[in-house]
T-cell receptor
């Protein structure tokens, strides 16, 4: 089975800290995605990557950046965390336009 | 990718069929319909997908209308464990740059004893 692994299930950070959320997939998928999920707002796409070192903005990229140095790893970076970035963050991967495989999510709290 | 519209919530009696509708009136020719579900505090899980023919797997059935503008996910014998949020999305299967997959708010299905 495909595994998409997110490094932390729960994370608590302070306002202004630099935060790294890591995601690793083990099926050689080209595409990787970062979503955030807030109550009543569904899943919103932050960034996605369709190849190593390639990235494209999603619907809500402000305040985030990403890094994809290796095919299996896609990192989401909060340069200076703010309280409005408290959310559930979900990573996903896929082969081309095929089905998405999601990680278990990281619940980030910014205090 | 085309957008989808789903009812915000539905109830179903345990043991009965749950029929979850999805409207995707702007779907294009290369776009598949995908269904996912998300149980509380977990990542979404793939259920089924289809292009224009009806599909069935061990989890569910997918009925797509002839004009492809809407579809229905059927859980034939719903159990309490099927209580979840169900998302319908469309994706361009042939696009290697898969682009955005827009998830709406989904349908919260509550299966009641």
């Amino acid at each position: 089975d495909v595994k998409v692994t997110q490094s932390s299930r729960y994370l608590v950070k302070r306002t202004g800290e630099k935060v790294f959320l890591e995601c690793v997939q083990d099926m050689d998928h080209e595409n990787m995605f970062w979503y955030r999920q807030d109550p009543g707002l569904g899943l919103r796409l932050i960034y996605f990557s369709y190849d190593v070192k390639m990235k494209e903005k999603g619907d809500i990229p402000e305040g985030y950046s990403v890094s994809r140095e290796k095919k299996e790893r896609f990192s989401l970076i909060l340069e200076s965390a703010s309280t409005n970035q408290t959310s559930m963050y979900l990573c996903a991967s896929s082969w081309a336009g095929e089905k998405l495989f999601f990680g278990s999510g990281t619940q980030l709290s910014v205090l | 990718d085309a957008k989808t519209t789903q009812p915000p919530s539905m109830d179903c009696a345990e043991g009965r069929a749950a029929n979850l509708p999805c409207n995707h009136s702007t779907i294009s020719g290369n776009e598949y319909v995908y269904w996912y579900r998300q149980i509380h505090s977990q990542g979404p899980q793939y259920i089924i997908h289809g292009l224009k023919n009806n599909e069935t797997n061990e989890m569910a059935s997918l009925i797509i209308t002839e004009d492809r503008k809407s579809s229905t996910l059927i859980l034939p014998h719903a159990t309490l464990r099927d209580t979840a949020v169900y998302y319908c999305i469309v994706r361009d299967f042939l696009n290697t740059n898969a682009g955005k997959s827009t998830f709406g708010d989904g349908t919260t299905l509550t299966v009641k004893p």
